[in-house]
């Protein structure tokens, strides 16, 4: 099992910025993938970028040039750099990681609220 604890949520004006981390803990050598994903009132939980052990990346078009995922593996520590915020990101946003066996894991979400 690992788990997942997510800090750097917080309100923020148009076209500011935040960094959002994500540290895991207990089986942490197991961790592939990690990533972030954001959920808004009313909508579906969708990806925002996902980075793999190795440093490979992938973005949603949405945040692409925006936002920059990366990784500290000492530390088990995933981040979210997020510049250029526009009220539509305005959400809460999830770490999640997923280990060799395809178990997945999910922190508790912080909300990130853009105002306009």
């Known amino acids: 099992q690992a788990q997942l604890v997510e800090s750097g949520g917080g309100l923020v004006q148009d076209g500011g910025s935040l960094r959002l981390s994500c540290e895991a803990s207990g089986r942490t050598f197991s961790i592939n993938h990690m990533g972030w994903y954001r959920q808004a009132p009313g909508k579906q939980r969708e990806l925002v970028a996902t980075?793999?052990?190795?440093?490979?990346?992938n973005y949603a078009e949405s945040v692409k040039g925006r936002f920059t995922i990366s990784r500290d593996n000492a530390k088990n520590t995933v981040y979210l750099q997020m510049n250029s915020l526009k009220p539509e990101d305005t959400a809460v946003y999830y770490c999640?990681?997923?280990?060799?066996?395809?178990?997945?894991?999910w922190g508790q979400g912080t909300q990130v609220t853009v105002s306009s």
């Open positions: 999640n990681a997923r280990d060799i066996t395809s178990n997945v894991y």
């Open positions: 980075i793999t052990r190795g440093g490979t990346t």
